[in-house]
């Protein structure tokens, strides 16, 4: 059965202080690792998707990066808009695979 | 500005009375989805149509029903709400089932039981 972890659950921050969130991963063949961020209240926003070991994909202070095992999302000197739920889902390969989330990672930045 | 579409985005509704939430999209995908996210949880799929063929998943319980009128339109019915179905519904849609599954979401339709 396909899993998925993240770690931590919370996370605070201040303004400026880097850090990365951590998503594991089990499945049996992996076809996409997706990164969305959650705002509360609201449908997940789509960040990325990494395909393979060893692939990054950034996005103003993001950075994601991908392994056999885990993905981590990196923070750069982030600011309180960063603020918000990112969730970490897989879709394994096979025809018509449908996607597996975490439960996410509730990210605080203090100014 | 292509995009997903849910209306209403905040519903409440009695114990036993039935429910309609609705989803369109400008976006033409061809696969469209329904998830169910309760508080600090993962989203959890409950369907998906992949153009008119219609899957369930296992776990869904017989008291949610889904509709695909057209391409832009999705519908989901709940029969006989109990308090446990109190949530934030998801609609989702993507560009084909067998590529690489980007979904791109709804904001979502908050849905209180009373």
């Known amino acids: ?111 | 500005d292509a995009m997903v579409i849910q209306n209403p985005r905040y519903q409440v509704t009695q114990f036993g009375k039935p429910v309609t939430l609705s989803c369109s999209q400008t976006l033409n995908h061809n696969v469209m989805y329904w998830y169910q996210q309760k508080s600090s949880q993962a989203p959890k799929l409950l369907f998906h149509y992949y153009d008119k063929d219609f899957n369930n998943e296992a776990d869904t319980p017989d008291n949610f029903q889904s509709r695909r009128p057209n391409t832009s339109f999705c519908f989901l019915d709940i029969r006989s709400p109990g308090l446990g179905d109190a949530a934030m519904y998801l609609c989702a849609t993507s560009r084909v089932a067998s590529g690489t599954n980007e979904q791109f979401f709804g904001p979502g339709t908050r849905l209180t039981v009373l």
């Open chain 1, 1 to 111: 059965e396909d899993q998925v972890t993240q770690s931590p659950e919370a996370l605070r921050l201040q303004e400026g202080e880097s850090s990365s969130l951590n998503c594991s991963y089990t499945v049996s063949g992996l076809r996409g690792l997706f990164w969305y961020r959650q705002d509360p209240g609201k449908g997940p926003e789509f960040l990325f998707t990494l395909y393979s070991a060893g692939e990054e994909k950034e996005k103003e202070r993001l950075k994601a990066t991908l392994t056999k095992k885990e993905s981590f999302l990196h923070i750069t000197a982030p600011k309180p808009e960063d603020s918000a739920t990112y969730l970490c889902a897989v879709q394994p390969t096979g025809a018509n695979s449908k996607l597996t989330f975490g439960k996410g990672i509730t990210l605080s930045v203090r100014p």
